[in-house]
T-cell receptor, first 114, second 112 residues
Framework: EAGVTQFPSHSVIEKGQTVTLRCDPISGHDNLYWYRRVMGKEIKFLLHFVKESKQDESGMPNNRFLAERTGGTYSTLKVQPAELEDSGVYFC????????????FGPGTRLTVL | GDSVTQMEGPVTLSEEAFLTINCTYTATGYPSLFWYVQYPGEGLQLLLKATKADDKGSNKGFEATYRKETTSFHLEKGSVQVSDSAVYFCALTTSGTYKYIFGTGTRLKVLA
């Protein structure tokens, strides 16, 4: 069974540019989460999808971040325009719908904004 | 709000040394507690978990006991190996929410 995959693994962009991160969850997992780790600090929750619906987006830092999950499969996280403080590692995770509390994480996308 | 505090790293040990990584938490209600590990170039993997007080999670020689009285979930291993070199994250979830609250992570380096 394939795990959670994320693309790209690294992205280097200039301030003001747009970047789109993609996450493919484990097949059949209805729950999809985005997290971010900035500058070696704690990993912070960004948002949670159940299928294609946003269940909780309380961690989204501002309206420069837009997450989508069309059709309830893969998800994208777009940052537009990117700022220096957006640099960090963005993790995606997924879990089944059946109340299991373990989340399965992808390897992350390292974003560097210059 | 809920939070997790874990010891700062990096921690450098010789092979076969004893490992302790401290983790304490603040939470309303009764959280479930987790240790995740991130090996170089990989995603976070669940190492062990405990869902109620006095539960002990264990896996791959690692152990952690859910201590409600001290609000702690310290990670221990009796004899570390070079292959244990990784970043270890302590985390919690509380009832009714799916999101994890993570600590800052502790990098462990084991020398041969």
């Amino acid at each position: 069974e394939a795990g959670v995959t994320q693309f790209p693994s690294h992205s280097v962009i200039e301030k003001g540019q747009t970047v789109t991160l993609r996450c493919d969850p484990i097949s059949g997992h209805d729950n999809l989460y985005w997290y971010r780790r900035v500058m070696g600090k704690e990993i912070k929750f960004l948002l949670h999808f159940v299928k294609e619906s946003k269940q909780d987006e309380s961690g989204m830092p501002n309206n420069r971040f837009l997450a989508e999950r069309t059709g309830g499969t893969y998800s994208t996280l777009k940052v537009q325009p990117a700022e220096l403080e957006d640099s960090g590692v963005y993790f995606c995770a997924s879990s089944p719908m059946t109340g299991i509390d373990e989340q399965f994480f992808g390897p992350g996308t390292r974003l560097t904004v210059l | 709000g809920d939070s997790v505090t874990q010891m700062e790293g990096p921690v450098t040990l010789s092979e076969e040394a004893f490992l302790t990584i401290n983790c304490t938490y603040t939470a309303t209600g009764y959280p479930s507690l987790f240790w995740y590990v991130q090996y170089p170039g990989e995603g976070l993997q669940l190492l062990l978990k405990a869902t109620k007080a006095d539960d002990k999670g264990s896996n791959k020689g690692f152990e952690a006991t859910y201590r409600k009285e001290t609000t702690s979930f310290h990670l221990e291993k009796g004899s570390v190996q070079v292959s244990d070199s990784a970043v270890y994250f302590c985390a919690l979830t509380t009832s009714g929410t799916y999101k994890y609250i993570f600590g800052t992570g502790t990098r462990l380096k084991v020398l041969a």
